[in-house]
């Protein structure tokens, strides 16, 4: 959740810190803080309550200087957002750590700690931390081996930057089940939780594995892994800008991600369809092989990633003729399984840092499914490098907290997925050639749909002052209604849930009135006239609803019913194209009702602990 930057150089690290943080304020706001040791030697920190701007004015107006330093954004997990609770955390002036993640047994190193004659600052987790490496240090006069031996008493997930006094020439990186990358400059280093932090400042990366630490030293870095032998990790030369991650145009980073859409969808499919087919190397010649071996689909994902794969789920079934189960990855890891041997594993993860997504991979591992199969938007990801075989989703830098190009690209990385296994069932060449089709026209449509981006607003504008709405769908677009509930409440802060339409009668009926905005999704399907049913029984009660229909399906305008057109849509890629509006009718909401619309309360863009 949190964000970690640290530099290591020979010149004044306090902007690449502060710019560091900046870049990294999606993984979480509610508090900032710095820490550099200076030219005497001192640990020097600064921290704020609110968002790294604050931190900025605070250093502005008490200003600090050093070349080795450690700074964090917070999001608040033990201790509410306050400066006492923020990081950097020190002990006696001495030792200063940042952490990401969460202390399990923290409880219980707190009474140990306090029965030694500790006091402590603060309430959270990461404060044993900096007490039991200040304990180890003082016993072995090294901050390597302090480190070394306190992270063998934590439980739970953690990476951490640890500095000393006296010492502005070191930095102690340690990583377990949160990630952590060292940026590799000229004669400089860098850590932070996530490159983009770190774009400007280096092009080379280390992802640390779990288990390693690094001390990084102006003259070089050793890493060592969680035996405590030296180990040799790769150095990953990235292709991201830092003009990448800039809003260019755009107000928000959630209304630039939209509008990338029909962009970032021919990145998907590039290189991976030709001649009208999906290449059989799209997912390797081993997977390609194996498909042929595999009877059932496990989908598991968190979030937004998990209504992707409740559509890849309508796909798998009435597309490839495959079996497909999906759950949600923190109910999956808790329970007992019973697994058919041959079973495809598949992780669904933006980030791939998921905490919930990887351990249930761990445990798959242990479950005797046939293969795991990871979908992920970034390369050098836990979830990626620890899975089997992995598909791209190419969808470039997501910095919005609520998901929208993550979330389209998804699906089409699904959908390539469940041509590539239903060749080897029920797809015939004839039906893969009409859905890649569809696939290469996904831009075009994709555009069109934007295009109604005004009329959208001023659907949006009739949600002011709405406490709560309901969506709607049938078939696959029932977790397209769900995606778009989840965006509205993420981001507007209005109450909204979704159901399948004709679950209206089984309760949900009963919350229908003048006052409740009931929004629907309309393709021209097989299930179109069931669903104009159940809205004629919204309209019965009084319900306003706000369609979103294919322009042939034959709903016209009338006293609580608004109507935006969508134009034609074949059924395989309309659950990508209806996406598109309930994200831009969330989007204009929250703008109008004032809301931080890239960074809403209480949440974070990954969520990498439990």
Same mark, same amino acid.
């Given at each position: 959740m949190c964000g970690i930057v640290g530099a290591l150089a020979k010149r004044d690290i306090t902007q690449v810190l502060i710019k560091g943080l900046q870049r990294l304020e999606y993984r979480g706001y509610d508090s900032a803080g710095m820490v550099v040791v200076d030219e005497h030697g001192v640990l020097q920190r600064r921290r704020t309550q609110g968002k790294v701007k604050n931190l900025e004015h605070l250093i502005e107006d008490h200003p600090l200087q050093g070349s080795c330093g450690i700074s964090h954004t917070r999001w608040a997990t033990h201790g509410v957002p306050s400066e006492v609770n923020a990081h950097p955390h020190i002990c006696n002036g001495d030792i200063a750590i940042v952490h990401n993640g969460i202390i399990e047994n923290h409880e219980v190193l707190r009474k140990a700690q306090l029965s030694q004659g500790h006091s402590f600052d603060s309430e959270t987790d990461t404060e044993v931390i900096v007490h039991a490496i200040y304990d180890q240090w003082?016993?072995? +006069? =090294? %901050?390597?081996?302090?480190?070394?031996?306190?992270?063998? $008493?934590?439980?739970?997930?953690?990476? %951490?930057?640890?500095?000393?006094?006296?010492?502005? =020439?070191?930095?102690?990186?340690?990583?377990?089940?949160?990630?952590l990358v060292i940026g590799v !400059?000229? +004669?400089?280093?860098?850590?932070?939780? =996530?490159?983009?932090?770190?774009?400007?400042?280096?092009? &080379?990366?280390?992802?640390?594995?779990? /288990? =390693?630490?690094?001390d990084i030293r102006l003259d070089g870095i050793t890493i060592y892994d969680d035996t405590?032998?030296?180990?040799? @990790?790769?150095? $990953?030369?990235?292709?991201?800008?830092?003009?990448?991650?800039?809003? /260019? @145009?755009?107000?928000?980073?959630?209304?630039?991600?939209?509008?990338?859409?029909?962009? *970032?969808?021919?990145q998907t499919i590039a290189g991976r369809i030709a001649g009208g087919r999906l290449l059989d190397s799209c997912f390797g010649a081993e997977a390609n092989k194996a498909?042929?071996? #595999?009877?059932?689909?496990? #989908?598991?994902?968190?979030?937004?990633?998990?209504?992707?794969?409740?559509?890849?789920?309508?796909?798998?079934?009435?597309?490839?003729?495959?079996?497909?189960?999906?759950? *949600?990855?923190?109910?999956?890891?808790?329970?007992?399984?019973? *697994?058919?041997?041959?079973? %495809?594993?598949?992780?669904?993860?933006?980030?791939?840092?998921?905490?919930?997504?990887?351990?249930?991979?761990?445990?798959?591992?242990?479950?005797?499914?046939?293969?795991?199969?990871? #979908?992920?938007?970034?390369p050098e990801s836990s979830l990626v490098r620890q899975s089997e075989w992995h598909l791209m989703t190419n969808a470039g830098p997501e910095i919005g907290?609520?998901?929208?190009?993550?979330?389209?690209?998804?699906?089409?990385?699904?959908? %390539?997925?469940?041509?590539?296994?239903g060749k080897h069932h029920s797809i015939t060449k004839e039906k893969e050639i009409a859905i890649i089709k569809q696939l290469e026209l996904l831009p075009e449509k994709v555009a069109e749909v934007l295009r109604l981006d005004a009329d959208i607003l &001023?659907?949006?504008?009739?949600?002011?002052?709405?406490?709560?709405?309901?969506?709607l769908g049938r078939g696959e677009q029932y977790p397209v209604a769900m995606e778009g509930a989840l965006k509205l409440k993420e981001v507007s802060y209005i109450h909204a849930e979704a159901y399948p339409a004709g679950e209206l009668k089984h309760g949900p009926l009963a919350l229908v009135d003048e006052h409740m905005p009931i929004v629907a999704v309309a393709p021209n399907n097989d299930l179109l006239e069931k669903l104009k049913s159940n809205l004629q029984e *919204?309209?019965?009660?009084? !319900?306003?609803?706000?369609?979103?229909?294919?322009?042939?399906a034959a709903f016209e305008a009338a006293e609580g019913l608004s109507l935006i057109r969508v134009s034609e849509i074949d059924d395989v890629i309309a659950p990508i194209i209806y996406t598109?509006?309930?994200?831009?009718?969330?989007?204009?909401?929250?703008?109008?009702?004032g809301t931080d619309v890239d960074q809403p309360r209480n949440l974070a863009k990954s969520v990498t602990v439990e």
């Open positions: 003082r016993e072995t +006069n =090294d %901050l390597l081996r302090a480190v070394q031996e306190t992270v063998k $008493t934590l439980h739970g997930a953690y990476a %951490l930057g640890v500095v000393e006094a006296n010492k502005n =020439d070191r930095l102690i990186a340690a990583r377990k089940g949160s990630p !400059g000229n +004669n400089e280093y860098f850590i932070a939780s =996530d490159v983009f932090a770190l774009l400007g400042e280096a092009t &080379r990366f280390i992802y640390l594995e779990d /288990g =390693d630490i690094a405590g032998k030296p180990v040799v @990790r790769a150095i $990953t030369e990235t292709e991201l800008k830092a003009d990448t991650v800039g809003l /260019g @145009r755009y107000k928000h980073y959630m209304q630039k991600e939209i509008f990338e859409q029909a962009a *970032v969808l021919k498909f042929g071996q #595999i009877d059932e689909v496990q #989908i598991v994902a968190c979030g937004t990633s998990y209504h992707a794969g409740m559509v890849a789920k309508y796909w798998f079934e009435s597309i490839a003729g495959v079996a497909c189960h999906i759950e *949600v990855a923190s109910e999956f890891r808790y329970r007992r399984h019973v *697994v058919n041997k041959r079973t %495809l594993f598949v992780t669904l993860s933006q980030s791939g840092e998921t905490a919930d997504t990887l351990a249930a991979l761990q445990a798959a591992s242990q479950l005797g499914y046939a293969h795991t199969l990871s #979908i992920c938007n970034v907290v609520a998901s929208t190009k993550a979330f389209t690209t998804q699906l089409v990385a699904l959908l %390539l997925l469940v041509i590539a296994l &001023r659907f949006a504008e009739q949600f002011k002052d709405k406490t709560s709405a309901l969506f *919204v309209q019965a009660r009084g !319900g306003q609803l706000y369609v979103f229909a294919d322009k042939h598109i509006p309930l994200q831009l009718l969330a989007y204009h909401v929250a703008v109008i009702k």
